[in-house]
């Protein structure tokens, strides 16, 4: 072998060695969930539907704290187990006592997210989601345009453009979204916590990979088919309405036009589509409904 | 003239017996830094002490560190040519040095804290689209501006001093100062000497807008308490200055003991410096102590949170540590020696100097932390975890050893034939 030859193997090797590496980094941060689903899924969403602005209402009286929503939206949106142990609806547990001023943290200063048993006497519970703001502060500041607001009034994230450097996460005044820390693990199937039937992983709604960030979409593979979001469905109490509110005849149009309603941090001009309202504590500890 | 030549010239020919090991020590720091990093690539960023609700932490913190040590060194060169402010040109490259490899350091920081820095690409890609609407991306712009300006501003003097290097020197270290001149003519320097001018015109306001993208990060985040923050801009250029001035000092001491530079970096240069310093300190805790001010006592529930955590809560022993030894102890030495005639201790000076350099690194990571784990719920406890703790520390190493190697390529000061003799 001469000399030059010699140099130029070296070189071979060393570059060799660097297509190695990079490519053992690549396959790590490939999608881990793929293999189980037996079509493979992209981030496209359903078109979104014309005309539509997406919103819901919560009835903060009638909810009784069973996290049965919160639940279900994991096995429907195939949210990641452990090691993150991501929610995309979190449920707290309030006291009579707390000024409603102090719910304008969120979530509410020394509110429960662990609790274990309700619902509690003199208690109340209060789920937050993804707001889906009309002027959605997230959104504006994502430098590569991942997360945006569609034209039905859904914020979506596309994962395969997400660089995870949380800028959304510092702008959203909710706190409603949630990184993927570690590597997302999905069971091959779960017990739903709602009716005790095994569930696979859906294959309507893609999987993400580490180092992205993700939200509640209100289920948007259910709501442009024309469904409700799962949380909406599975709530056994009605605490959860959803519609379209730029249909005068959709549910939460008229609930806007019976009930009085309050939204959380309204200063700060984002324009909320989710609404809470009370008609008056419905159930107690018992289960009696008054 | 020529005895002083060979004394700049000295650290690019002579390289003494302790070089070496410190060279080591900053490579095994580096090093291990770069394997705490590889962990965190392959594991992914729950390895560090990060959770949903403090999402940022030290390396947003070193980001913020980095771009305020940049500042001082162009301010020092470019007022050395526009304000012709002579005294301070021996220091000027040394000052310019540190500006490039803690702007290069600052880029890393960001990378470091992608979850996918895989895709780092796009934000190159996606930026006509976002340019409108992301301040992340007015900041990328901001930053790579000012580090090709300042790259170019370093260089083109340097030019004619690689030439007087190439002169006077033999073998290997001939050649490498005759390849960094490429396309070298005769008589350029004039030319360049107009170029250099209109590129310090062109960086000083580029400099401004850099720490003020840095500042609208953060202050154009209204759900953020102390973050959201009308005068953030110029509260962030204060400690920028500051620390940046403070950083050049310690630098510019360690130098001149190692090389016996005694009779070229003056007292009356670390006089200067560090009066101006002190002066920025003291805006510094001015504009501190408005901002804690309108929190505590007109602030929403938010402000009010971050502000009593900062005070009075969990962060108060960082606090009142950072604010009196790291703040106020190296103002009033600075003080003081300020009103004592022709007098400066250049090594307190140096010392108070690194002081206030820690202290601001601190002041920044006071900014991100409460204000993301207190501000808005009082959940999320953060510490870091050692994976962060090995990057930050190789995110000191790896630009000191950048600048260590910096030291035996290029001449440290700019040699006696230079531009203010034209």
């Known amino acids: 072998m001469s000399k030059m030859n010699r140099r130029e193997f070296f070189k071979k090797v060393g570059v060799l060695g660097v297509v190695v590496a990079m490519n053992s980094v690549a396959s790590n941060m490939k999608r881990v969930g793929t293999p189980l689903l037996t079509k493979t899924v992209g981030t496209e969403y359903p078109p979104p539907v014309k005309g539509a602005n997406y919103g819901m209402m919560i009835d903060v009286g009638a909810c009784i704290g069973c996290r049965l929503c919160q639940h279900a939206c994991k096995l429907e949106n195939n949210v990641p187990d452990a090691p993150g142990n991501i929610h995309w609806i979190d449920v707290f547990e309030l006291d009579n006592h707390r000024p409603v001023s102090e719910v304008e943290n969120i979530p509410p200063v020394g509110a429960d997210i662990d609790y274990t048993d309700a619902p509690k006497p003199d208690h109340w519970y209060m789920s937050f989601n993804c707001f889906h703001c009309d002027n959605p502060p997230c959104t504006k500041v994502c430098p590569t345009g991942a997360t945006y607001k569609d034209e039905d009034g859904l914020v979506l994230v596309n994962y395969d453009i997400c660089i995870g450097c949380r800028y959304c996460m510092a702008a959203c005044p909710f706190n409603a979204r949630r990184f993927n820390w570690w590597n997302p693990e999905h069971p091959p199937s779960r017990i739903s916590t709602v009716d005790g039937s095994v569930v696979t992983l859906n294959e309507d709604v893609p999987l993400r990979t580490r180092g992205v960030t993700e939200k509640c979409t209100f289920c948007v593979h259910r709501v442009r088919k024309g469904e409700t979001p799962k949380c909406v469905e599975v709530c056994p109490v009605r605490a959860r309405h959803f519609g379209d509110f730029n249909d005068p005849e959709s549910e939460v149009s008229r609930l806007r036009e019976t009930v009085r309603t309050i939204r959380i941090r309204e200063n700060l001009g984002t324009d909320p589509k989710l609404f809470y309202f009370t008609r008056g504590v419905k159930w107690t500890e018992d289960g009696e409904k008054h | ?422």
Do not use: C
């Not at chain 2, 913020?64 to 402010?85: K, N, P, Q, Y």
């Not at chain 2, 529930?301 to 540590?321: I, P, Q």
């Not at chain 2, 202290?359 to 953060?382: C, D, E, H, N």
């Not at chain 2, 962060?388 to 630009?399: D, N, Q």
């Open chain 2, 1 to 422: 003239m020529t005895d002083e030549i060979d004394k700049i010239m000295r650290p690019l020919k002579h390289t003494s017996k302790e070089f070496w090991p410190f060279l080591g020590g900053l490579a095994v720091i580096s090093v291990l830094g770069i394997y705490a990093y590889t962990q965190q690539l392959i594991k992914g960023l729950g390895v560090t002490g990060l959770n949903d609700v403090t999402i940022w932490g030290l390396y947003i913190t070193n980001f913020i560190f980095f771009i305020g040590i940049s500042h001082a060194g162009i301010a020092i060169s470019a007022a050395v040519r526009i304000l012709e402010a002579k005294k301070y040109q021996p220091i000027a490259r040394i000052a310019e040095l540190l500006t490039i490899v803690s702007l290069v350091m600052a880029g890393l920081s960001i990378v470091i804290d992608l979850g996918r820095p895989d895709r780092s690409f796009l934000l190159i890609t996606k930026f006509i689209d976002r340019f409108k609407y992301s301040p992340l991306i007015w900041d990328i712009t901001a930053v790579g501006t000012y580090l090709v300006l300042s790259s170019t501003y370093l260089y083109l003097p340097m030019r004619r001093d690689l030439k007087v290097a190439a002169e006077r020197s033999e073998g290997w270290r001939k050649t490498m100062f005759t390849t960094l001149i490429p396309f070298y003519e005769e008589g350029e320097e004039a030319t360049i000497d107009r170029l250099s001018f209109w590129l310090a015109v062109t960086i000083l306001p580029v400099m401004v807008m850099v720490h003020t993208t840095v500042a609208w990060i953060f202050s154009l985040l209204s759900a953020r308490p102390l973050w959201f923050n009308a005068f953030a801009g110029p509260y962030y250029i204060v400690a920028a200055v500051a620390s940046g001035m403070a950083s050049v000092m310690a630098m510019a001491a360690v130098m001149r003991k190692i090389y016996h530079w005694e009779d070229i970096i003056t007292p009356k240069l670390f006089r200067g410096l560090s009066n101006f310093t002190a002066i920025t300190t003291l805006v510094y805790l001015y504009m501190m102590m408005t901002e804690q001010l309108g929190a505590l006592f007109a602030g929403p529930a938010g402000e009010v949170f971050v502000s009593e955590a900062w005070l009075f809560g969990d962060f108060a022993t960082l606090f009142w540590s950072m604010t009196t030894l790291g703040l106020v102890i190296p103002f009033l030495y600075m003080l003081i020696q300020a009103f004592k005639k022709d007098y400066v201790n250049i090594t307190w000076t140096a010392i108070m100097s690194v002081i206030l350099v820690i202290a601001f690194w601190f002041k920044r990571y006071m900014i991100i932390v409460p204000t993301l784990s207190i501000g808005i719920q009082k959940v999320g406890i953060y510490s870091p975890t050692w994976i962060e703790i090995a990057i930050l520390l190789a995110s000191f190493a790896i630009p000191l050893l950048l600048y260590t190697i910096l030291t035996k390529i290029v001449p440290l000061i700019e040699m006696e034939e230079g531009h203010h003799h034209v």
